[in-house]
């Protein structure tokens, strides 16, 4: 009777241990999945799964595969359902086996002829991991058939000049060429090596639907590429309307050791799903090579994947063993769906190997031994696959060998001329290169439209609760804007961004708390103090107006920077603007900076037109505070390759935010912006200023007239040097406000000077250490103007931190910047 009950378990029973069973396989099944590229699990597996019994039998098959997904840490249970129908469905996977051994074949064949043709080349060949191509297909076809007309990709070097050829569209003549240096940019120090540069292109699926492809320009250094990728994605759906996150599907593809320990990609990953930085999901591919320059994976993360930074979000990770690739197709397509379905990110963890080392002139036998005497024993994988499924590929191979070998015989007849880069129409009235005084437009704007902006800026429902410091702020704004008292800095650009969203100019604004403003000058965005509903005045200027956005940014440099970079590539026709917290935390974005927005033009002919604010002024707050590194950018201008100004009053401020957006020439803007001099009667202007003004790279000084002495400076320590010589009682000194430092304004400057005839003592003023500031850059330039006669400098002393952490030290050494200036020699 016992053993007899003992085989005759209720149905409830068996049903629970199956889903107990199941539910382990469906948590873990990954971690003993076949994921190895010669077999086996990744790492040491997952003993605890080792059950036997016809239920673990059939777990395992569905999760411990050549595909394993990741997904029960999503707390979402319809999107963790989704994946396990998926997973767990019956429903045979339809594969055009010629098809896909034919592009196997096809992305093996391209690298290997890359090989033979030009030995002792660098390429960085994708060899070890060509089931991405198919994955990519996959991607682009599923994406087509939802809606997609444009694809936007990011990648390394490893694999990418294969990807610009059979998947971006790139003609192979094209790519050939990257190996002859047609470039001519190159030869004056332009340009960029070909596995850096971008592509546009067309992509049609296997049943005829076309896709505009673009593969984003990216430097060596790996990951940054990425937020300028999800940036300019986010700018294309904006261009495309409401169904834009449908129409525009961003793919970006990492290495592994770059995923598991690039910072920035850590910052970027934490985009999906915020309001001001989500692209609708992206498919992100870690193409996935087991090792990392010399280092195998144990030395690059303390994780089994390198993918497990993802697990910080919710969303799906999926594992391929890339030698199988009808799961890649597999896995590719359901990333697709679940993007489309949910919206967020998907990572696909495309596990091979990589059959060369780091470049084809390494030697990856003296690092890994043992693993390179397996991978030289590996056939390619469209030789395994052929093999597998019995597809005879001589004739894709001859047809192939045919196609490619026109395409270097073409490369060889190209003619030395300019990459010509096909952009968007968006791009055809903006213009880069050299300035031209042609392309300046009148800035100012009239009276009557900059009350009726005021108006809109300073009134909100009538069943709104306002705070009652912001209403009395508003009630003095009110009075800017009619005339009554002087502008601010925070009412100018107010007044600048209502102008130009009436205009129809969009305007886009992001940084850390920015949308009040670090120093409370902002309020953009009004907070009723009853529900925390949200209103903003600048979204109700006018009936037709552009669009405004203001983002509170996570806590990140690099990547708000690059996405906002990336964002203003694709946007010319707005203003797009990054604010640093203090100007000096920008160094946390050097890279963007160094690579993208002062480069860009020079190395792959692309335009910008952000706006960086550098909040910047020596007011005793520490070395942190008090410096936007001034110098910096100065070192890195040349060929007028951005613009770095230091507007000195709200009226400047007013006129350079508009002369950015409104002319025609795209140049990054660097902007130093003041902190204590927001709301300082001495930097305030008129209300005419506005209306009459325009923006002046140099400011002459109205009260002395042919000056014995004069004093060059930028931003708040003229104002300084302008109330000290009011308590001195001096008029025989001149101060020159230079506002625009670069492209430098040599004509204004010498308007300037030639009121001042007489003048014998040329002096450069600065707040920063003499190893720091403008005047490294701005010395020499002045010494040519000066007749001859002797610049000198008043400066502090040069030192390895940008200022001292004491107040009163700074208050001495202030006063002492003033008597020194004021010192006759």
Not at 312 to 317: A, G, M
Not at 566 to 582: C, I, T
Request: with cysteine; glycine share 8%; charged share 25%.
């Amino acid at each position: 009777m016992s053993s007899h009950s003992a085989e005759l378990q209720p149905v409830e029973t068996q049903s629970s241990e199956r889903d107990r069973i199941f539910d382990l396989f469906r948590r873990w099944g990954y971690l003993d999945a076949n994921l190895d590229p010669f077999g086996g699990p990744v790492g040491s597996g997952f003993p605890e799964l080792r059950l036997d019994g016809p239920v673990a039998e059939e777990a395992r098959k569905i999760y411990c595969g050549s595909l394993a997904a990741e997904f029960m840490h999503i707390p979402q249970r319809d999107r963790r359902e989704w994946i396990q129908e998926r997973m767990e469905s019956s429903r045979p996977q339809k594969v055009d086996r010629g098809w896909l051994a034919e592009r196997l074949l096809q992305a093996d064949l391209f690298e290997q002829i890359l090989q033979t043709r030009y030995l002792g080349t660098k390429r960085y060949s994708g060899e070890g991991a060509t089931a991405l191509i198919p994955l990519l297909d996959t991607v682009l076809e599923t994406a087509a058939d939802l809606g997609a007309n444009t694809a936007l990709m990011a990648m390394s070097h490893r694999g990418r000049l294969t990807v610009m050829s059979l998947v971006v569209g790139i003609p192979a003549e094209n790519v050939f060429a990257g190996f002859e240096d047609v470039d001519p940019r190159s030869v004056l120090g332009g340009g960029d090596v070909k596995y850096h540069q971008g592509a546009t292109g067309h992509y049609e699926t296997r049943n005829g639907k076309p896709l505009r492809m673009h593969l984003v320009s990216n430097p060596s250094h790996l990951e940054a590429v990425d937020p300028v990728a999800l940036g300019r994605a986010r700018a294309k759906q904006t261009h495309a309307g409401p169904d834009g996150t449908r129409q525009v599907l961003p793919i970006i593809m990492h290495g592994d050791a770059a995923f598991a320990g690039q910072g920035i990609w850590a910052e970027t990953l934490n985009f999906s799903g915020l309001k001001g930085y989500s692209a609708g999901g992206a498919i992100q591919v870690i193409v996935n090579n087991l090792i990392g320059f010399t280092s195998n994976p144990s030395e690059l993360h303390t994780s089994r994947f390198s993918s497990d930074l993802a697990k910080r979000q919710p969303i799906p990770i999926f594992h391929i063993n890339a030698e199988d690739p009808e799961a890649v197709l597999r896995a590719a397509k359901m990333a697709v769906e679940y993007r489309y379905r949910f919206g967020t990110d998907v990572v696909l963890d495309l596990i091979g190997y990589r059959r060369h080392g780091h470049s084809e002139v390494d030697d990856p036998t003296i690092t890994q031994p043992l693993l390179y005497k397996k991978i030289n024993e590996h056939p390619p994988l469209f030789q395994i696959y052929a093999k597998q499924h019995s597809i005879d590929t001589s004739a894709m191979e001859a047809r192939f060998r045919q196609f490619i070998d026109a395409g270097y015989d073409k490369a060889a007849t190209m003619q030395k001329a300019p990459v010509l880069r096909r952009l968007p129409q968006y791009w055809d009235k903006y213009v880069g290169g050299r300035y031209n005084p042609a392309l300046e437009v009148p800035t100012n704007a009239p009276e009557d439209t900059l009350k009726q902006i005021t108006e809109k800026l300073t009134t909100y429902p009538a069943d709104f609760s306002i705070h009652p410091k912001v209403k009395k702020l508003l009630e003095q704004r009110e009075k800017m804007g009619t005339g009554r008292l002087p502008i601010d800095y925070g009412m100018a650009e107010a007044l600048a961004f209502g102008s130009l969203v009436k205009q129809g100019i969009p305007v886009r604004l992001s940084g850390q708390d920015s949308r009040r403003g670090t120093f409370n000058q902002r309020h953009s965005v009004l907070i009723d103090t009853e529900n925390e509903q949200e209103y903003v005045p600048l979204c109700h200027i006018s009936p037709n107006q552009a669009w405004f956005e203001a983002y509170n940014s996570i806590l990140s440099e690099a990547a708000v920077l690059g996405f906002e970079y990336g964002f203003s590539r694709d946007y010319p026709d707005g203003l797009a603007l990054w604010e640093a917290q203090f100007g000096d935390f920008s160094n946390g974005a050097q890279i963007i900076i160094d690579q993208f927005i002062v480069s860009g033009e020079d190395k792959w002919g692309l335009l910008s037109g952000l706006v960086m604010l550098l909040p910047h002024g020596y007011e005793g707050q520490g070395p942190e505070h008090s410096s936007g590194r001034i110098e910096r950018y100065l070192q890195l201008a040349a060929k007028d390759n951005i613009q770095v100004a230091q507007p000195s009053t709200a009226g400047q401020y007013f006129h350079l935010l508009r002369r950015q957006a409104m002319r025609s020439w795209r140049k990054p803007l660097i902007v130093f912006t003041p902190k204590g001099m927001l709301r300082h009667p001495d930097a305030a202007s008129p209300l005419s200023v506005l209306t009459n003004g325009k923006f002046e790279t140099v400011i002459q000084d109205p009260e002395i007239a042919n000056g014995e002495r004069v004093l060059f400076c930028s931003g708040k320590i003229g104002h300084e040097l302008k109330r000290e010589r009011r308590r001195r009682g001096d008029t025989r000194t001149a101060i020159i406000f230079l506002e625009q430092i670069y492209p430098w304004p040599e004509q204004d400057i010498e308007a300037a000077l030639a009121q001042h005839s007489n003048a014998r003592e040329f002096l450069w003023v600065q707040e920063e250490p003499a190893n720091m500031g403008a005047l490294s850059f701005v010395a020499p330039q002045l010494e040519r103007l000066t007749h001859g006669l002797p610049l000198r400098s008043v400066k502090r002393t040069a030192s390895s931190s940008p200022s001292t952490g004491s107040h009163t030290a700074h208050e001495m050494e202030q006063k002492t910047l003033m008597e020194l200036a004021f010192k006759s020699f």
